[in-house]
């Protein structure tokens, strides 16, 4: 593995590529943190278990654990719910937290199909949380794989932007812009990051995030790109819920926008689901956090009368995909969802 500082990935010809590109694996790091989850870590595991399910069918899967013993008990767990076997390998990897999307790797590619990895620093979303171990999983997947690794230097985390692949992002001020992050950057140089890092060549600023997000306002959790022009992007039907301005104002801002190409984004509205709760605090539940895999699309589910509606949508927005719910009302009270919780890695 060799590091690369001194050439950026953009001037080596690399691009992150968009979710639905082909993977040859998903990465994830598997729970463990009982404060992420208090009271209620042992209940994630069925639906956390099922997702795995569901990437095995159609692509590797590769899995953080801090034990020897842990693997053991994962992968019992994983052959009694029907999970194929042989696309499962693990990692020991040991991690402060399972929330990949945000202390993984970014896997670039260039014209040549080769990869790279990005290496970003990571805080725990402003120092929220210890991420001393988080902080070297990109190098560790990376010396993995054999891959080289660009060090971009400054805090970035895989929830914060949204790509379409050919040079558009998507990103939030309330996170990208928090002085928690890179307080020594202002918003060019931060610009000038992602256009070197993620080979983009436009920035789609939204502003606010959703109630209960700790991330101060992840991309994934508001609006996402679902084709090259087009996006899903949430909004709250109910005019007295708090996310209700929020989410209208960044819905104005989306209508405002153009794609590199000078065109208006194609956007589809989709209903936020019933408010959330759990010992009183209100929980970032959203249907904007699926995970796009090989033919399918893993959408989270919350018991309410939104959910069918939300699954129909993805029928008539990924025609050519398996639009899969799995019930996360359990998993969302550790304030993230199944695009939080994996990371893909491009074929």
């Not at 790279?116 to 171990?133: H, M, R």
């Not at 087009?230 to 794609?259: A, F, G, W």
């Not at 129909?312 to 719910?325: A, C, M, N, P, S």
Request: proline letters at 4%; hydrophobic letters at 35%; aromatic letters at 10%.
């Amino acid at each position: 593995m060799s590091n690369v500082d001194l050439r950026t990935p953009k001037q080596e010809g690399y691009i992150f590529p968009a979710e639905w590109e082909k993977h040859i694996s998903t990465w994830l790091s598997y729970p463990h943190k009982e404060a992420s989850w208090p009271g209620k870590i042992a209940s994630i595991f069925p639906s956390y278990n099922l997702f795995i399910k569901e990437l095995s069918e159609v692509e590797n899967v590769h899995i953080n654990v801090n034990s020897e013993e842990k693997k053991s008990e994962i992968l019992n767990q994983l052959k009694a719910n029907g999970t194929n076997i042989n696309n499962i390998f693990f990692h020991l990897f040991r991690t402060n937290d399972a929330w990949i999307r945000d202390h993984g790797p970014t896997f670039i590619k260039n014209a040549n199909n080769e990869k790279a990895v990005v290496n970003w620093e990571y805080n725990a979303w402003g120092g929220k949380y210890e991420s001393d171990l988080d902080n070297l999983i990109p190098q560790q997947i990376a010396q993995y794989l054999s891959l080289p690794v660009f060090n971009a230097g400054i805090i970035m985390e895989g929830g914060s932007i949204d790509v379409n692949g050919v040079g558009d992002l998507l990103t939030s001020k309330s996170c990208l812009l928090n002085e928690n992050r890179n307080p020594d950057l202002n918003q060019s140089q931060i610009e000038e990051k992602l256009f070197n890092y993620y080979g983009v060549e436009n920035i789609l600023w939204l502003e606010e995030g959703i109630v209960g997000d700790d991330t101060d306002g992840h991309v994934d959790d508001m609006t996402r790109f679902v084709s090259a022009d087009t996006v899903v992007t949430m909004v709250e039907p109910n005019k007295q819920d708090e996310n209700y301005e929020i989410l209208q104002h960044n819905l104005h801002l989306l209508k405002q926008m153009r794609l590199l190409n000078g065109k208006q984004i194609n956007i589809v509205e989709m209903l936020m689901p019933s408010p959330q709760y759990y010992e009183g605090e209100r929980l970032p539940a959203s249907y904007a956090n699926f995970y796009i895999c090989n033919n399918k699309v893993i959408v989270p589910m919350y018991k309410c009368k939104e959910d069918d509606k939300a699954v129909y949508l993805l029928e008539e927005v990924f025609k050519d995909r398996q639009i899969i719910g799995i019930d996360s009302t359990d998993i969302i009270w550790g304030l993230g969802s199944f695009h939080c919780l994996s990371q893909q890695e491009a074929d």
